[in-house]
């Protein structure tokens, strides 16, 4: 990349301007220093562990414990101006949500098989961010978020077959208190975890909220969902996820801001159904920037970015392209238990 072309680059970077249809080629990938991690994610000096003292930056992508646990990249690219925002495993397929950047198209779901070839494209009846989804597989439902704090349930089989479907339950107010950094109600992430359906917000400042419900299947095929915890989570989340060692129980959140800055995966205890956003155990490992929803499967952490959609390649530093997936029982070694 030339020198005037970085240099533009970097100025769209910092201002933001996605929107400017320019390309200028590459990718620009740099160290965070501290003080940006600390900054954006309220995350204390000590706590991210692999630093480079010498020169107070960030290790390279490559030799961060991110990577060095990730086994396996899957490409995944969506068509035109689509976004992609959530990912969850219904057996042998990846299912990835996405969005209209135009806000025109009919948000979509992506099936996947497990080398990121596209096997079908199922048209959801909304247009709306779909920031998180989740298969239910007590119920046989995918969950995915919809506009203004609702949430809508799909029979798992019509989006594996159809090309158009319609939510079996739809426009569920589950989210009609958690506001978002546009001072709106707004389910922007969810996730399904033992009869569990989690909810919450995305704020840029200060910290966020996840709500959990208790979900109830009748005879009649009616469900209801009752409130039965909420949380105080950190700013900057666009997924949550869940992972049990059989010894521990783990909540996993994905932070992200921007275009240009690095993403963070956070990894707490979650014992007794409880975890503090400040728990000072809590381990921090440095991402891709603009990493969306992440998904624990078994050992493997799937997580999923919107850098390469168009048109944020044109000023991200990574334009990843791929689905990772990651050791999940390497990251969680370093909780101090």
């Given at each position: 990349m030339s020198k005037w072309k970085n240099k533009l680059k970097k100025a769209l970077c910092i201002?933001?301007?996605t929107s400017i249809l320019i390309n200028l080629g590459g990718s620009n990938k740099k160290d965070m220093t501290r003080d940006n991690i600390h900054d954006y994610y309220n995350v204390?000096?000590?706590?991210?562990?692999?630093l480079n003292s010498s020169n107070n930056q960030l290790l390279d992508f490559a030799d961060n414990g991110f990577y060095n646990y990730t086994n396996t990249s899957i490409p995944f690219e969506a068509d035109n101006?689509?976004?992609?925002q959530g990912i969850t495993l219904y057996n042998d397929y990846i299912l990835v949500s996405t969005y209209d950047y135009w806000n025109k198209e009919k948000s979509r779901i992506y099936v996947l098989d497990m080398n990121g070839n596209v096997v079908h494209v199922c048209k959801l009846e909304i247009i709306a961010h779909v920031g998180g989804i989740a298969?239910?597989?007590d119920h046989e439902l995918l969950w995915v978020s919809n506009a203004e704090g609702r949430?809508?349930?799909?029979?798992?089989?019509?989006?594996?077959?159809?090309e158009k479907v319609y939510a079996t339950y739809r426009e569920l107010n589950l989210g009609f208190d958690l506001i978002n950094y546009k001072d709106e109600p707004a389910v922007s992430y969810l996730a399904y975890n033992d009869n569990h359906l989690y909810v919450g917000n995305y704020t840029k400042s200060e910290d966020g909220t996840m709500k959990e419900y208790n979900i109830t299947m009748n005879e009649d095929e009616t469900i209801h969902l009752s409130l039965n915890n909420s949380y105080t989570v950190p700013s900057k989340v666009q997924g949550v996820t869940f992972y049990n060692s059989g010894e521990n129980n783990y909540i996993i959140f994905s932070r992200s801001y921007g275009t240009c800055t690095t993403s963070l995966l956070q990894i707490y205890l979650f014992k007794g159904n409880e975890f503090r956003s400040n728990d000072a155990n809590a381990i921090n490992y440095e991402t891709p920037s603009m990493m969306e929803q992440v998904i624990v499967?078994?050992?493997d952490l799937y997580s999923l970015y919107?850098?390469?959609?168009?048109?944020?390649?044109?000023v991200t530093n990574s334009e990843d392209d791929s689905i990772y997936v990651t050791d999940i029982v390497s990251l969680t070694k370093k909780i101090n238990h």
């Amino acid at each position: 990349m030339s020198k005037w072309k970085n240099k533009l680059k970097k100025a769209l970077c910092i201002a933001g301007l996605t929107s400017i249809l320019i390309n200028l080629g590459g990718s620009n990938k740099k160290d965070m220093t501290r003080d940006n991690i600390h900054d954006y994610y309220n995350v204390g000096y000590d706590a991210v562990n692999y630093l480079n003292s010498s020169n107070n930056q960030l290790l390279d992508f490559a030799d961060n414990g991110f990577y060095n646990y990730t086994n396996t990249s899957i490409p995944f690219e969506a068509d035109n101006s689509m976004i992609p925002q959530g990912i969850t495993l219904y057996n042998d397929y990846i299912l990835v949500s996405t969005y209209d950047y135009w806000n025109k198209e009919k948000s979509r779901i992506y099936v996947l098989d497990m080398n990121g070839n596209v096997v079908h494209v199922c048209k959801l009846e909304i247009i709306a961010h779909v920031g998180g989804i989740a298969y239910d597989p007590d119920h046989e439902l995918l969950w995915v978020s919809n506009a203004e704090g609702r949430v809508n349930a799909y029979r798992i089989n019509n989006i594996l077959n159809c090309e158009k479907v319609y939510a079996t339950y739809r426009e569920l107010n589950l989210g009609f208190d958690l506001i978002n950094y546009k001072d709106e109600p707004a389910v922007s992430y969810l996730a399904y975890n033992d009869n569990h359906l989690y909810v919450g917000n995305y704020t840029k400042s200060e910290d966020g909220t996840m709500k959990e419900y208790n979900i109830t299947m009748n005879e009649d095929e009616t469900i209801h969902l009752s409130l039965n915890n909420s949380y105080t989570v950190p700013s900057k989340v666009q997924g949550v996820t869940f992972y049990n060692s059989g010894e521990n129980n783990y909540i996993i959140f994905s932070r992200s801001y921007g275009t240009c800055t690095t993403s963070l995966l956070q990894i707490y205890l979650f014992k007794g159904n409880e975890f503090r956003s400040n728990d000072a155990n809590a381990i921090n490992y440095e991402t891709p920037s603009m990493m969306e929803q992440v998904i624990v499967n078994g050992i493997d952490l799937y997580s999923l970015y919107e850098s390469n959609a168009f048109p944020y390649s044109l000023v991200t530093n990574s334009e990843d392209d791929s689905i990772y997936v990651t050791d999940i029982v390497s990251l969680t070694k370093k909780i101090n238990h």
